[in-house]
């Protein structure tokens, strides 16, 4: 079975853009071939992540990005998990990849979030909840991960400093990211002073609503090399559905993201403790605690010591660092393309290409995106750089 | 597998649930081999995959599990803002999200609620598909 390796990456920026989702790709895209054949020359299938049809009133999204890169006549297709779409998107591309249909696919995501100012990104969140019950009765993103703040304060010695001291660390990794939407350190008072958005959780515990595109190529391992490209090996890929509402769930336990990471490190050969580095879906900051959890790098009820050096934590935390993008909490969050982006982060960490922001000595990455509220669909990837167990 | 017979009068669908809570019955389904409560009803029990799956009228009254206040709301329901909302855990063992008729302040995890029904205002009428426009909504009231 071919290994798929991922051979490159590129982004857009990221933020508030005076540029419409096909254009934001382009520009992704262009970074991803700097230095390479044309697109038409390499890919043979897109997959795009995107959340919603909302923002830009256009679906088709696979076919109208593999038309943007040059390609015609092959397979292309628009992935929708929320906020996993883009690493729904990654998965299919290393499946297809692993199973020996092709030797190069684009995984790429997009979404244009400021097109409705934040009314209109709340309307289109909302659609990922239970139509019945929860969006009847008026829920919202952050409302729902209140939910799940709340009940963690509740249960665990964590505070409400706890999860501004996750908001802060990742604003201080995103200060040396060049990609990063809010590139600024700010402190624990600036957190605990935001406006409140739904107690517990403040402006400054919530990733921002912003534009992005992202794009991974996704190859073998022989055909990276004749493209003459760094390779990070996609050693475990693996997705876990639960229940769409939060009432119906464990608000503690993200069992779902708990089967996707372990379904990766067994595919990979490896466990939690061997992960150097992680980029887990903290939409809010108390995700972070959950997914660090969950991932089997803090035993249960510490997790929201990530923001810690290693040295600092509870007995049984691993030396894993979280977020050395500034997560989607500063690194930025524009839904479709979230999944990529933390397979860009890891690409550059593991090649040497993360500049300031560099983990030292990192050879191997967990990703965890989560689509929905937190764990309604989990995907985790093992990347690394380390040779095949 | 069974069930090629749903119709809209099985409260395992939708239709069938709202009808009945509309007459004032909370209906739960309940596993028939492990006991999992499923709110609302559906053919197959997510907890063990069963489909073996009774429709059992259930207690209304729970208690906070969590809770929240929304204060930025979908643009639906910006006129009702801020609103309190929470998960209730209810007495026969089944876990509902609704909006709570108290304020949040008021409202701490382990209060004891009640659930009450009330018909659709004009303006949720307004923002409901057209096969919901008469399902009723539920609200926890403090107890």
């Given at each position: 079975m071919p290994e798929p390796v991922i051979a490159s990456v590129g982004a857009s920026p990221l933020g508030r853009t005076d540029l419409p989702g096909r254009d934001l790709f382009s520009v992704a895209l262009a970074e991803a071939f700097?230095?390479?054949?044309d697109p038409a020359d390499v890919v043979e299938a897109v997959y795009v992540g995107n959340q919603s049809e909302s923002y830009e009133h256009q679906i088709m999204y696979g076919t109208l990005l593999a038309e943007w890169a040059g390609l015609r006549y092959v397979p292309a297709e628009r992935v929708e998990g929320c906020a996993a779409a883009g690493a729904l998107a990654l998965r299919h591309a290393v499946k297809d990849v692993r199973n020996g249909e092709h030797e190069a696919v684009l995984a790429c995501g997009v979404e244009k979030m400021t097109s409705a100012g934040t009314s209109g990104a709340t309307d289109a969140l909302s659609a990922a909840f239970d139509r019945a019950i929860e969006q009847r009765s008026g829920i919202t993103a952050p409302s729902q991960y209140a939910l799940l703040a709340q009940r963690y304060l509740h249960e665990t010695d964590a505070t409400e400093r706890d999860l501004a001291e996750i908001a802060v660390k990742n604003h201080a990794n995103a200060a040396r990211n060049p990609r990063a939407q809010f590139p600024k350190e700010i402190d624990a008072e600036t957190v605990l002073e935001?406006?409140?958005?739904?107690p517990p959780l403040k402006l400054y515990d919530c990733a921002p609503v912003g534009d992005g595109a992202a794009a991974v190529l996704v190859t073998t391992a022989e055909l990276a090399d004749d493209l003459d490209r760094p390779r990070v090996r996609v050693a475990g890929s693996g997705a876990s559905a639960n229940n769409i509402a939060v009432a119906e769930r464990d608000m503690t336990d993200i069992a779902g993201a708990r089967v996707a990471a372990e379904t990766a490190y067994e595919e990979a050969g490896i466990?939690?403790?061997?992960?150097?580095i992680a980029e887990v879906h903290d939409a809010f900051t108390v995700c972070e605690a959950l997914l660090a959890e969950a991932a089997g790098f803090?035993?249960?009820?510490?997790?929201?010591?990530?923001?810690?050096?290693p040295a600092e934590r509870a007995d049984g935390w691993t030396d894993v660092r979280l977020s050395?993008?500034?997560?989607?909490?500063?690194?930025?969050?524009p839904i479709g393309a979230t999944g990529l982006l933390q397979a860009l982060e890891a690409y550059e960490q593991l090649t040497g290409a993360a500049g300031d922001r560099a983990v030292e000595g990192a050879e191997t990455a967990l990703l965890l995106n989560e689509g929905?509220?937190?764990?309604a669909v989990t995907v985790g990837h093992v990347l690394t750089t380390a040779e095949a167990p | 597998m069974t069930d090629g017979d749903l119709d809209a009068t099985d409260p395992r669908t939708l239709p069938g649930f709202f009808d009945a809570l509309a007459e004032g019955e909370l209906l739960g389904g309940v596993c028939a081999d492990c006991g999992q409560v499923l709110l609302p009803p559906r053919p197959a029990c997510y907890a063990c995959g069963s489909r073996a799956v009774d429709v059992e009228p259930q207690s209304r009254e729970g208690r906070v599990f969590s809770y929240t206040e929304v204060r930025t709301p979908p643009p639906a329901f910006a006129a009702d803002a801020p609103y309190t909302v929470a998960v209730v855990e209810l007495a026969d063992g089944g876990r509902l999200l609704g909006r709570v008729a108290a304020d949040y302040a008021d409202v701490a995890i382990g209060d004891a609620v009640e659930l009450a029904v009330r018909e659709p205002t004009a303006a949720e009428r307004e923002v409901a598909l057209d096969y919901e426009a008469d399902w009723p909504l539920h609200v926890f009231e403090p107890r």
């Amino acid at each position: 079975m071919p290994e798929p390796v991922i051979a490159s990456v590129g982004a857009s920026p990221l933020g508030r853009t005076d540029l419409p989702g096909r254009d934001l790709f382009s520009v992704a895209l262009a970074e991803a071939f700097d230095g390479l054949p044309d697109p038409a020359d390499v890919v043979e299938a897109v997959y795009v992540g995107n959340q919603s049809e909302s923002y830009e009133h256009q679906i088709m999204y696979g076919t109208l990005l593999a038309e943007w890169a040059g390609l015609r006549y092959v397979p292309a297709e628009r992935v929708e998990g929320c906020a996993a779409a883009g690493a729904l998107a990654l998965r299919h591309a290393v499946k297809d990849v692993r199973n020996g249909e092709h030797e190069a696919v684009l995984a790429c995501g997009v979404e244009k979030m400021t097109s409705a100012g934040t009314s209109g990104a709340t309307d289109a969140l909302s659609a990922a909840f239970d139509r019945a019950i929860e969006q009847r009765s008026g829920i919202t993103a952050p409302s729902q991960y209140a939910l799940l703040a709340q009940r963690y304060l509740h249960e665990t010695d964590a505070t409400e400093r706890d999860l501004a001291e996750i908001a802060v660390k990742n604003h201080a990794n995103a200060a040396r990211n060049p990609r990063a939407q809010f590139p600024k350190e700010i402190d624990a008072e600036t957190v605990l002073e935001s406006d409140p958005i739904a107690p517990p959780l403040k402006l400054y515990d919530c990733a921002p609503v912003g534009d992005g595109a992202a794009a991974v190529l996704v190859t073998t391992a022989e055909l990276a090399d004749d493209l003459d490209r760094p390779r990070v090996r996609v050693a475990g890929s693996g997705a876990s559905a639960n229940n769409i509402a939060v009432a119906e769930r464990d608000m503690t336990d993200i069992a779902g993201a708990r089967v996707a990471a372990e379904t990766a490190y067994e595919e990979a050969g490896i466990d939690a403790a061997d992960v150097d580095i992680a980029e887990v879906h903290d939409a809010f900051t108390v995700c972070e605690a959950l997914l660090a959890e969950a991932a089997g790098f803090a035993p249960a009820g510490t997790g929201y010591q990530s923001y810690r050096a290693p040295a600092e934590r509870a007995d049984g935390w691993t030396d894993v660092r979280l977020s050395p993008s500034g997560g989607l909490k500063a690194r930025g969050h524009p839904i479709g393309a979230t999944g990529l982006l933390q397979a860009l982060e890891a690409y550059e960490q593991l090649t040497g290409a993360a500049g300031d922001r560099a983990v030292e000595g990192a050879e191997t990455a967990l990703l965890l995106n989560e689509g929905g509220v937190a764990d309604a669909v989990t995907v985790g990837h093992v990347l690394t750089t380390a040779e095949a167990p | 597998m069974t069930d090629g017979d749903l119709d809209a009068t099985d409260p395992r669908t939708l239709p069938g649930f709202f009808d009945a809570l509309a007459e004032g019955e909370l209906l739960g389904g309940v596993c028939a081999d492990c006991g999992q409560v499923l709110l609302p009803p559906r053919p197959a029990c997510y907890a063990c995959g069963s489909r073996a799956v009774d429709v059992e009228p259930q207690s209304r009254e729970g208690r906070v599990f969590s809770y929240t206040e929304v204060r930025t709301p979908p643009p639906a329901f910006a006129a009702d803002a801020p609103y309190t909302v929470a998960v209730v855990e209810l007495a026969d063992g089944g876990r509902l999200l609704g909006r709570v008729a108290a304020d949040y302040a008021d409202v701490a995890i382990g209060d004891a609620v009640e659930l009450a029904v009330r018909e659709p205002t004009a303006a949720e009428r307004e923002v409901a598909l057209d096969y919901e426009a008469d399902w009723p909504l539920h609200v926890f009231e403090p107890r």
